[in-house]
C-alpha cells in the first residue's frame, strides 16, 4: 500500500465497526442490563467471560444454548442467531 498510515487507519475502522455493532447489538438485545464490557454488574464482565472459557471446546456453542435459558438471562431480547453472534463476539475479546 502506498500509503500505511492510511491502510492502517481504514483497517482499524474496519475491525471497529463489527465490535460497535455488536455492543449495540448486546444493548439492544438487554445483555448490557446485567452485564458491561469489562466491569462485574449483576453478571460478569464480558472480558472475563472471554478468559474464563478462552480455548475451551464446546464453549460457544455452550453459552449460546444457556443464553435461550430463561432463568439464567431473562432480559434477553436476542434471535438465536444474534445469540450466536453476541457469544462469538464475548469469546473473541
Known amino acids: 500500500m502506498r500509503y500505511p498510515i492510511i ?6 475502522i ?3 465497526a463489527p465490535a ?8 439492544k438485545s438487554g445483555c448490557l442490563t446485567c ?3 469489562d466491569a ?8 472475563s467471560t472471554a478468559a474464563k472459557y478462552r480455548g475451551k471446546e464446546g464453549m460457544a456453542e455452550k453459552l449460546t444454548a444457556e443464553l435461550s ?3 439464567v438471562h431473562p432480559t434477553n431480547k436476542a434471535t438465536p442467531a444474534e445469540r450466536k453472534t453476541l457469544v462469538e463476539w ?3 475479546m
Open 35 to 37: 452485564h458491561a464490557v
Open 69 to 71: 435459558d430463561e432463568k
Open 20 to 27: 460497535s455493532a455488536n455492543e449495540a447489538l448486546a444493548k
Open 90 to 92: 464475548v469469546l473473541a
Open 7 to 12: 491502510g492502517a487507519f481504514l483497517l482499524g
Open 40 to 47: 462485574k454488574k449483576v453478571g460478569p464482565s464480558f472480558k
Open 14 to 16: 474496519s475491525l471497529a
